[in-house]
T-cell receptor, first 118, second 115 residues
Framework: DGGITQSPKYLFRKEGQNVTLSCEQN?????MYWYRQDPGQGLRLIYY???????QKGDIAEGYSVSREKKESFPLTVTSAQKNPTAFYLC?????????????????FGDGTRLSIL | QQQVKQSPQSLIVQKGGISIINCAYE??????FPWYQQFPGKGPALLIA?????SEKKEGRFTISFNKSAKQFSLHIMDSQPGDSATYFC??????????????FGTGTRLTIIP
């Protein structure tokens, strides 16, 4: 079955520690995204990548970093600079460049990683 | 800056009734309006979407109504069932050159269907 796999499902971070959230997709999608979900605030875009070796900041990139070395993988690092990291993190992908230009390519989401502070 | 405003925050509907969730947007460049459904502990899943060249789109029990002049759109769930209990998000985006969109999400509506 094609889909998006996020791991781990639950993650705990100590003060001053960096942690990395994994996102893998086997949908052959070009575009990948990271969102943060907080109660009552909907989903906010952290970073997105339209193609391998390229990525752009979203609306709330401070305290986060990403890499896109492989088409199927888009890991997110929550650094110690992110002072309020407790949230539900969602990874998504869409066909992007592989799809028809000037049309809408739906985003497919993983089942998230819940990050908490110890 | 909240570009997509969603209401109500929570909604309780009796089984068999109609659930209605409303969204309003500010950016007139938005031209794609999807709705996502999210169950606890899961990621959102695309439910239905509309482009502004039509005023209504129906898929089964789910209907989007779109009012371009008022910059509003709504989700109607007919014959609501307990299995529809979930959080619903509206979203909006503009079409990019590459076919992938940057979505702006509403704040979500927690829908509960009671027997």
């Amino acid at each position: 079955d094609g889909g998006i796999t996020q791991s781990p499902k639950y993650l705990f971070r100590k003060e001053g520690q960096n942690v990395t959230l994994s996102c893998e997709q086997n949908l052959n999608h070009d575009a990948m995204y990271w969102y943060r979900q907080d109660p009552g605030q909907g989903l906010r875009l952290i970073y997105y990548s339209q193609i391998v070796n390229d990525f752009q900041k979203g609306d709330i990139a401070e305290g986060y970093s990403v890499s896109r070395e492989k088409k199927e993988s888009f890991p997110l690092t929550v650094t110690s600079a992110q002072k309020n990291p407790t949230a539900f993190y969602l990874c998504a992908s869409s066909r992007g460049l592989g799809g028809q230009a000037y049309s809408n390519q739906p985003q497919h989401f993983g089942d998230g990683t819940r990050l908490s502070i110890l | 800056q909240q570009q997509v405003k969603q209401s109500p925050q929570s909604l309780i509907v009796q089984k068999g009734g109609i659930s209605i969730i409303n969204c309003a947007y500010e950016n007139t460049a938005f031209d794609y309006f999807p709705w996502y459904q999210q169950f606890p502990g899961k990621g959102p899943a695309l439910l239905i979407a509309i482009r502004p060249d039509v005023s209504e789109k129906k898929e089964g029990r789910f209907t989007i109504s779109f009012n371009k002049s008022a910059k509003q759109f709504s989700l109607h769930i007919m014959d609501s069932q307990p299995g529809d209990s979930a959080t619903y998000f509206c979203a909006a985006s503009t079409i990019s050159n590459f076919g992938n969109e940057k979505l702006t999400f509403g704040t979500g509506t927690r829908l509960t269907i009671i027997p």
